[in-house]
């Protein structure tokens, strides 16, 4: 579909849950409903908002649409590096399953059951956000030593891979060197998703350039079949799983506007929540500059 039909199919209020399918349903994200197909999963984007890893009161109208459409963008442009979960066909799967409403299928993807990796596999170019924090504290990345006097927002001589634990709902990620992520899914499977999330980085960030924006980071995560070959799977390289800045406004030494909730953590930074639920309402101002921002990713990758 093209940016203005997409934009044309945004809710006016948000959907934060997804009731009255006629599938069993498996789990819940922070984000993402799971049901059961059989032979597939579907997978609901909802419009839910998490920040400090708590899921807010308020969703922000369409937010599952967008990251959606632009997985399913990624999908496509990086199939010639890895495999992704995608079911090939999707309007096709859609109307054999009898999934009818627009809003629905804007929002869901078919996809092929597999087995995550229990990692979660981080690539970063600019040094921002936690490696920032790390790097200040230690001048270390995730074990990985970096130059002394770079600056907040610096862009690394290098992309580096910066993986992570796959923390349970409500608890957090935790930052993993290379010898504890060879232990946790072996040595070998553990080279290859460092290389293939590197390379998928460096593909992001070189397809940002174009559409005007930097790709600063972004989490990727992989599953395996029955055979065990990596498959790329969730959602990739979305303002959700990824931070992304406009190129014509990028500075270091601070840290950059970006197209995603920033605009909510700011502010709940402002009002001094302590981070524990139950989280505050958000303001009507906050919640559509922050529709904007994902609108303004979709519309610069797309459109």
Not at 136 to 163: H, M, N, S, W, Y
Request: charged share 20%; net charge neutral; hydrophobic share 40%.
């Amino acid at each position: 579909m093209t940016f203005p039909q997409i934009a044309a199919a945004i809710p006016s209020s948000a959907v934060t849950s997804i009731e009255g399918l006629p599938y069993p349903h498996l789990a819940s994200g922070k984000v993402r409903e799971i049901f059961d197909l059989g032979d597939a999963l579907l997978l609901v984007a909802t419009d839910r908002l998490s920040a400090f890893d708590v899921i807010l009161p308020d969703g922000i109208p369409g937010k599952g649409i967008i990251l959606t459409q632009i997985s399913n963008w990624w999908f496509a442009q990086t199939q010639g590096l890895i495999a992704n979960h995608l079911l090939p066909d999707q309007p096709g799967e859609f109307a054999r399953r009898g999934i009818k409403n627009l809003d629905l299928q804007l929002r869901s993807m078919i996809v092929r059951k597999l087995t995550p990796l229990t990692i979660e596999c981080v690539a970063r170019g600019y040094l921002i956000g936690s490696g920032w924090s790390s790097y200040q504290k230690t001048g270390e990345v995730c074990g990985l030593k970096l130059p002394a006097g770079l600056r907040q927002a610096d862009k690394l001589a290098a992309p580096i891979f910066t993986p992570t634990t796959k923390a349970p709902k409500g608890q957090h990620d935790e930052a993993i060197n290379d010898a504890q992520g060879e232990a946790i899914i072996g040595a070998a499977r553990y080279a290859k998703v460092k290389a293939l999330s590197l390379q998928l980085y460096q593909f992001g960030h070189d397809r940002a350039k174009q559409a005007g924006m930097i790709l600063a980071d972004t989490k990727f995560e992989f599953g395996t079949d029955a055979a065990g070959n990596l498959i790329l799977i969730d959602e990739v390289l979305t303002p959700d799983s990824s931070r992304y800045w406009p190129a014509d406004s990028y500075a270091p030494n601070q840290s950059p506007p970006s197209y995603d909730k920033q605009f909510v953590r700011d502010h709940l930074v402002a009002i001094k929540w302590n981070q524990n639920p139950p989280a505050p309402r958000l303001p009507a101002e906050v919640i559509t500059r922050t529709q904007e921002k994902y609108l303004a990713a979709l519309k610069n990758l797309i459109g």
